[in-house]
Structures are given as structure tokens and as C-alpha cells.
């Protein structure tokens, strides 16, 4: 069973918006951070926006700040990436992914433990 879905990726205009949901098949608040990481044709994985499990830590890299914003709900298991003001270089596919223990780079790629498939969001006029 995977654990981690993605949905609600799709084609949308600069300037546009979408919304993200991971939602996992068991609790959320089970694993110590969860997030979303992208990747663009031809370029590595990146780590965009993750959150801890009690909340009160969360990392945005620096090209998605002011524009996108991470939230969890608990009771429905489901982590959200809401995305304003898409530009077409935010065009990857986003991956929804967690980590079952603590660590100080919270959105490394390198330290997930668990990997959802994809969504891919394309932004283009």
C-alpha cells in the first residue's frame, strides 16, 4: 500500500493558483516531518515546503516564499501545498514525502523515509 497520494496537480496560467493535498494511509502525526519536495526536467529534487508534526517548525525554501503555504490536517491525514502566483519555473512534478525521525534539515531529500508518486503541475501560458 502507498503510503503517500498526491493529487491536484494540473495546468494552470502564470499568476494562477492550485492546490496540493498529500493524503497518507495512516496518521500524519505518526511521522516526525512531512512535506513536499519537485522535480524539474533535468534538474535534481528539491525540497519546497515541509512542516513538523507538531506544526510549530516549517521550512520554505526561499523561491516558493510568500507564494505557497503548507498545512496539515490531522483528523483527515492529509498535508496540504496551497500555491498562489505560479510562475512557469515552479513547472515539476511535486512529491509528496515524509520522515519518520527527527532531524535538523527538516526538507532534506536526501532524509525522507517515504515517497508518494507524483503530481505533475504545469504553469504556462
Known amino acids: 500500500q502507498v503510503p503517500l497520494v498526491e493529487s491536484g496537480g494540473g495546468f494552470v496560467q502564470p499568476g494562477g493558483s492550485l492546490r496540493l493535498s498529500c493524503s497518507a494511509s495512516?496518521?500524519?502525526?505518526?511521522?516526525?516531518?512531512i512535506g513536499w519536495f519537485r522535480q524539474a526536467p533535468g534538474k535534481e529534487r528539491e525540497g519546497v515546503s515541509c512542516?513538523?508534526?507538531?506544526?510549530?517548525?516549517?521550512f520554505y525554501a526561499d523561491f516558493v516564499k510568500g507564494r505557497f503555504t503548507i498545512s496539515r490536517d490531522n483528523a483527515k491525514n492529509t498535508v496540504y501545498l496551497q500555491m498562489s502566483s505560479l510562475k512557469p519555473e515552479d513547472t515539476a512534478i511535486y512529491y509528496c514525502?515524509?520522515?519518520?525521525?527527527?532531524?535538523?534539515?527538516?526538507?532534506?531529500?536526501?532524509?525522507?523515509?517515504?515517497w508518494g508518486n507524483g503530481t505533475l503541475v504545469t504553469v504556462s501560458s
Open positions: 495512516g496518521l500524519i502525526s505518526d511521522y516526525y516531518a
Open positions: 512542516i513538523n508534526n507538531s506544526g510549530g517548525t516549517i
Open positions: 514525502a515524509a520522515r519518520d525521525l527527527y532531524a535538523s534539515d527538516l526538507c532534506s531529500t536526501f532524509g525522507m523515509d517515504y
